[in-house]
């Protein structure tokens, strides 16, 4: 039986990247000191802030409020009903069971009720892959909920695993303008909340631990719409770097950060300036109709896709 | 039966990234037009150039020196008997028939008869992996061989798969100083010749299959001191994303140079200001003795290792 580097009683986690083995308190430990390594380095958080977590339902998004919590910080949550059937239907009750049982604050928006649409019938409305729709969605409604609710910074649950195969990604098509953007924190700009990641140091398996370790039910799907997408295909790639070369995949995401998004700095493309307001609701925007406003007119317009007509991408 | 993409008679490959298949006349069409526009893109060669081709008796250096010899340039080769057991005997022999063959000017090297040492016994000498003794003599060898015999240009011949693990490889670091100098053209510099890679636009497969209509026999085997080594896994892990998208390891290292190569001009740390003359052979060196040098002193004073001795590394 293997034992916990820390303090020698029975250990439940083995992570080879940093050759040691961890008990249920010391996981813990380091996954707490690791987030506060990576809030500190990128000065993702200040000790006043008021933080909406983005929860999804899953074990990184619930992790990562938990984690803020437990260090102190005053943080909500904000779930979005994203309408893939059943997987939505169990993601919303982890996410309000959590709230329920420790009391907090948690703000819902429910996309079939409150803007008419659905991510399935987006995805075959507008004919692009549901990630696609999905992630102009969240990316709209959480930068929203946190201007009307007077939050200081949108968090999300991202974790070394997701960054790193974005990444690759990136990397892989060398767009500059995407790697140039590609960091764990972003400021504030005119009409867009600060974000940050506070995750970027921990893998999934450790987040799937920490649940465990603290006694948290998530939903253990992977999301049936991104079956088989590129982004998990770079997750295994990096899986098997990793298994060769335990550390490769941190060694990847963390070098990047430390040296070459220094060289980037000033080659992204996103500027803000020469941006109009939507003509619909406000937002920056280089057309005349923003990108979510021209969504929600297609998605609502169509008839109801239930999910289980969407079938597999490949 | 598939047919040639060119001409329609029946096709000997089916090349996925270029969504065709080829017959042999049409492949080396390809290859030929490949190989011209690296040269003209690259600035790698000027119609009267003395070039010197490195060639090992693998398919990729026999076949850079046929094709540039098709072109109707000025090829001489130079071949390094490495010391490998039977592997080196056998390559040897397919680059002295292949030269003689077509009365070529070959150059030849015998590490073990004029150095005094081989690459098996340098390896166990200086305790570092054979890959690193091996590079070392063959990078100084083809720069004194360049020099003494009024060449323009090194040639080798390092394809697209080579590149583009080399690029995998130097990108999971971030190793900025060696992304910085990963270019298919290095210029003279004082001491150094200048070296062109004129097969960096086609693949391993294509190469074998040039060989193989041209009627070119090689060696097949690769080498058993490089077997399991990091660069082989890096070409594995680049095959499997091609297979999943095929392009991708083309467009990874072509990328690459179109628009990050350029950001990175000038964060190369290979100075050559503040270089002594080694005490030893005067070439430029940061000590008072080079590292070739070394390596010589080293390995030749040491009990001669064949390469049955060496076991497999991993």
Chains 1, 2 share one sequence.
Request: with cysteine; charged share 25%; aromatic share 8%.
């Amino acid at each position: 039986m293997s034992k916990c580097k820390v303090c020698r009683e029975p250990a439940i986690i083995d992570l080879p990247r940093h050759n040691a083995n961890f008990c249920g308190d010391h996981l813990q430990q380091l996954c707490r000191r690791q987030v506060e390594k990576a809030i500190s380095d990128f000065e993702m958080l200040r000790p006043d802030d008021r933080v909406l977590v983005a929860v999804s339902g899953g074990k990184d998004s619930l992790a990562v409020w938990d984690i803020l919590l437990e260090l102190g910080y005053n943080a909500d949550g904000l779930y979005i009903g994203l309408g893939i059937g059943d997987y939505s239907d169990i993601s919303g009750r982890y996410v309000r069971a959590f709230a329920d049982e420790r009391g907090l604050t948690l703000r819902t928006i429910d996309l079939r009720e409150d803007y008419g649409y659905d991510v399935p019938t987006a995805a075959r409305a507008t004919r692009r892959v549901p990630c696609s729709a999905c992630g102009l969605s969240k990316r709209r409604l959480f930068d929203d909920a946190a201007r009307d609710g007077g939050y200081d910074v949108v968090v999300t649950g991202h974790n070394l695993d997701d960054e790193a195969a974005v990444l690759l990604g990136n990397t892989l098509r060398w767009d500059i303008d995407y790697l140039a953007r590609q960091l764990p924190v972003l400021p504030a700009t005119s009409g867009f909340p600060k974000k940050a990641k506070p995750l970027v140091r921990l893998t999934e398996r450790e987040m799937a631990a920490w649940c465990i370790v603290r006694g948290i039910d998530y939903q253990v799907e992977e999301c049936p719409m991104a079956a088989g997408n590129r982004h998990l295909g770079y997750k295994e790639t990096l899986n098997q770097l990793e298994a060769r070369s335990p550390g490769s995949k941190a060694s990847f995401y963390l070098s990047f950060l430390d040296r070459m998004a220094p060289l980037l700095v000033g080659h992204s493309q996103a500027a803000t300036d020469g941006l109009n307001g939507c003509e619909r609701c406000g937002a920056p925007t280089t057309g005349e109709v923003c990108a979510f406003c021209r969504l929600v007119a297609t998605a609502s317009a169509h008839e109801q896709v239930p999910v289980e007509m969407m079938g597999r991408r490949r």
